[in-house]
Structures are given as C-alpha cells and as structure tokens.
Antibody, heavy 118, light 108 residues
Framework: EMQLVESGGGLVQPGGSLRLSCAAS????????MYWFRQAPGKGLEWVGR??????????EYAASVKGRFTISRDDSKNSLVLQMNSLKTEDTAIYYC?????????WGQGTSVTVSS | EIVLTQSPGTLSLSPGERATLSCRAS???????VAWFQQKPGQAPRLLIS???TRATGIPDRFSGSGSGTDFTFTITRLEPEDFTVYYC?????????FGQGTRLEIK
C-alpha cells in the first residue's frame, strides 16, 4: 500500500522554526516529484512547494508566500521528504500535506498540523 | 498566477441526480493539466481526475471530467450519499499551482 506519513507539526511562536518530515512507503519514492500543500483552518488548499527528482538535480520551487523562508529537501535513500520552515508567521498556521505526483497528485499523507501563535 | 473560479459555490441536489461543476481559469492552462479533488471533513483531498479527463485509479466511472483551455467541467452522474462533500479543481500546468475555492455539494 502506498503511504505518506507526515510528522513534526506543533505549536511555535511567530519568528520560530519547525521541521516537518514525510516518510514514504509502498512505491519507488525516487521516481516522483514530491510536493507540500497546506490548508489553513476552514480554508482552501494552497501549494507550498515541490522537490524534483535526482535527474533534475533535486531542484525545488516555492510559492511566493514562503519563498526565502521554507526549504524542501529529500533523501531518496531514506524515502524521506523534509520541509524546513523558518521565520514562521501566524498566516502559516495550517495542516501541511506531503503529496506524490505521479501524472496526478494521487497519494496524500494524513497531514500534520502547524500552529503559529504567541 | 492562474486564478481558478469554481461555480457554483454550493450545489444542492438529491441522491440519484446529476451534478455538474465548473472551473474557469483566468488564462489557458498549459497542457490542460487540470485535476479535480474530493475532500471530506477531517480528511486529506482525494484525487478523482487528472489531465482534465483521466480518472484516477479506483475512481468509479460516475465521475468524469472534460474541458480545455480555460473552461473545465466535472460531472457526477447518479449521486450517491457519500458524494456530498467539497470538490476542488486544481491547475498544475503552470507554477504556481493553484486551486479553485471549492464547490460544496449538499443534499437537497
């Protein structure tokens, strides 16, 4: 069974940092672009960023709202995706989802909740 | 940035009826890379349609998608009770990837 499991969410103060992890299983992780999306409470879905494959240099791209503050990385040997979030703002409060792209964003994790509040 | 506008915001129908949801893009979507997702309360989104019209694995054939350019349509024929929830369109042909604001399908 293909599965993504996020971890690392929690409560952090504005200006703080948090590191989210995503553990993949049941598919060849290294073959796929991997994404982070988020959903603020009661709101719609927002793209955060993506990490390409080794063949494309593991390059990452980001939404304007997080560029310069968030960094996505991956470790194919551990089937792991990481979202490092720095300089957090209250508007970063959301559930964060790790997602596989396989000609469609077909596998989503259950999400991990991040709350930025003083 | 491509803005996606979904209509209607809320659709009230009865089980067994047909639902038609619209997603209009502010500019042409590259490759017609439009997807449709279903999201139930407390759950992650579930991919139903990708590439405007290709059903994802395991998705029943009562779900279908069509369209090109800037206008896309998602249809559910013969609504089942479990279909009454929120649906989002997404374009992933251009960065940034964007979503519509969602259509809530409610029981009439």
């Amino acid at each position: 069974e293909m599965q993504l499991v996020e971890s690392g969410g929690g409560l952090v103060q504005p200006g703080g940092s948090l590191r989210l992890s995503c553990a993949a299983s049941g598919f060849t992780f290294s073959d796929n672009y991997m994404y982070w999306f988020r959903q603020a409470p009661g709101k719609g879905l927002e793209w955060v960023g993506r990490c390409k494959t080794k063949a494309e240099g593991y390059s990452a791209e980001y939404a304007a709202s997080v560029k310069g503050r968030f960094t996505i990385s991956r470790d194919d040997s551990k089937n792991s995706l990481v979202l490092q979030m720095n300089s957090l703002k209250t508007e970063d409060t959301a559930i964060y989802y790790c997602v596989r792209d396989n000609w469609g964003m077909d596998v989503w994790g259950q999400g991990t909740s991040v709350t930025v509040s003083s | 940035e491509i803005v996606l506008t979904q209509s209607p915001g809320t659709l009230s129908l009865s089980p067994g009826e047909r639902a038609t949801l619209s997603c209009r893009a502010s500019q042409s979507v590259h490759g017609n890379y439009v997807a449709w997702f279903q999201q139930k309360p407390g759950q992650a989104p579930r991919l139903l349609i990708s590439g405007a019209s290709t059903r994802a694995t395991g998705i029943p054939d009562r779900f279908s998608g069509s369209g090109s350019g800037t206008d896309f349509t998602f249809t559910i024929t013969r609504l089942e009770p479990e279909d009454f929830t929120v649906y989002y369109c997404q374009q992933n042909g251009n960065l940034p990837i964007t979503f519509g604001q969602g259509t809530r399908l409610e029981i009439k």
